[in-house]
C-alpha cells in the first residue's frame, strides 16, 4: 500500500475565485510531477455526500476529474480525493461540523494507514495528525490571531511552518511558534505556463483590441479595491488610445466594476470575469504590459507575489507598484517598469514608458522567464522538504512509489 503525501484543505473543490486554494492545488500537483506519492485532500458536501458506501469508504485517491484539471492546471501524476462531509453545520454542534468529522473520523480511521505525511493551511488538521502520529508541514500565509499549543510545536513530529512573508513569520513567532520551525518561502508558478501560446495569445488579441488601439495591457486577479482595480478604471481613463483587460471575479463583482467604468466613460476597458488557468497564460502571452497596481494597505505587507510569479512566467513586460512584498525583485533581471502606489496618473506615465522601453516579443522577454525559473512550485517543494526528518517520511520518497 502506498504512504501518501497528503495535502489537505478544507474547501470543496473547485472554488475558482479562492487564490489560497490555487496554491493549495498547485503546491499538490507539484510534488507530484516531483514524483512524489502526493493525493490532494479536500471535501465534498451536498446530497453525493450523503452516500453511505462513500462514507465507510470515504479515502479513494484517483486522477482528477478534467473540470478540476482545467480549473487548477493539474496534471495526470497528481491524485485526489474528495471526503464526503454531510451538511451537519446548522445544528451548530461542534461534533457535527466538517472540521470535527475529518479530524476525528476520517483522520484517525480512514487516512492514519495510507498517510506519511500531511501538509496543511488547516491548524486543527494539522494538530490532528500529530496527535495520531503522522508528521506534519503547516502553512499559514496571513495574520491570525491564535495561539500555538507548545506541545504540538515543540513535537518532533511538526516538522516545519512555512510562510510567504517574514512580518507573518514574525507574528507566527509572537504567538508561540519556536522561530527555528518556521520559514519565509515565496509562493511560485505552474510551470505550464510557460510553454508558448501564439495562436491564443493572437486569438485575444483580435478579440480584445478595439478600434484603432494597438496595446493591450491585462490585470489578472481580484477584483478588490485594495488590489487597485478601482485605480486602474482611472489609469484607462488616463490612457484612452491602450485597450485595458481584467480578469477574475465573480459575477456580482464584475458587474459592479463594468458599472463603474460606465459612470465615469471609460471605454477602453473589459472586464472578463473568471478564467480558468488553462487560459490565463494565452492571455497574459497576448499583452503588451502586464498590471500589478496593488494599493498600499497593510495586506500589501504581506501578499504574496502569487499574480507576479504568473506574471513573470509570461515573459510579458510588467509595470507594478513599489509594496513591501514586490521590492526586492526590483533589483531582478526582469522586463518591468515600478512606480510609487495609489497614484494613477503616474502608474499611466510608467505603462507608456513600459510600452516604449519594452516593446512586445512574442516570444517573451528571454531575461525574465530565465529568473522566475527559480520559483516554479516543484522548487518550492523541494526547499519545504529538505527541512523535513527524512528518517519520518523515508516511503515518501519519489524512488519508493509504487503507482
Known sequence: MSKYYVFFT?????????????????????????????????????????NPVDLLFPFQPRKPADKLAKIYNLEEKLKVADLPVPHLDFWDNKWTNASTIVCKYYLPIHLLKSTKIVHSRDWNFVKAAIKNGIPAIYEQHHHEDKKFAPEIVSNPLFQIAVTVADTVRESMIENGMPPEKVVTLHNGFNHLFLARQAAAAENWRQQLLAGDRQHLAVYAGGLYPFKGVDMLVDVAEELPEVQFAIAGGDSSQVTAYRK???????????????????????????????????????????????????????????????????????SGNIAATWCEPDNPQQFAQSIRDCLTKYPRKIEGYAETLNFVKQFSWENRIERILSYVDESLVGCVSPQATDN
Open 10 to 50: 478544507r474547501n470543496v473543490l473547485p472554488q475558482p475565485n479562492v487564490a489560497s486554494l490555487v496554491q493549495v492545488a498547485h503546491s499538490a500537483n507539484a510534488a507530484a510531477n516531483l514524483g512524489y506519492p502526493a493525493v490532494l485532500v479536500y471535501l465534498r458536501k451536498g446530497w453525493s455526500a450523503l
Open 260 to 330: 463603474l467604468a460606465k459612470e465615469k466613460q471609460v471605454n477602453n476597458i473589459n472586464f472578463l470575469g473568471y478564467l480558468p488557468q488553462n487560459q490565463l497564460a494565452s492571455l497574459l502571452q497576448a499583452a503588451d504590459v502586464l498590471t500589478h497596481p496593488h494599493c498600499l494597505t497593510e495586506a500589501a505587507t504581506f501578499t504574496s507575489p502569487l499574480k507576479f510569479f504568473d506574471y513573470m512566467a509570461s515573459g510579458t513586460p510588467i509595470v507594478a507598484t513599489e509594496i513591501a512584498s514586490l521590492r526586492e525583485f526590483k
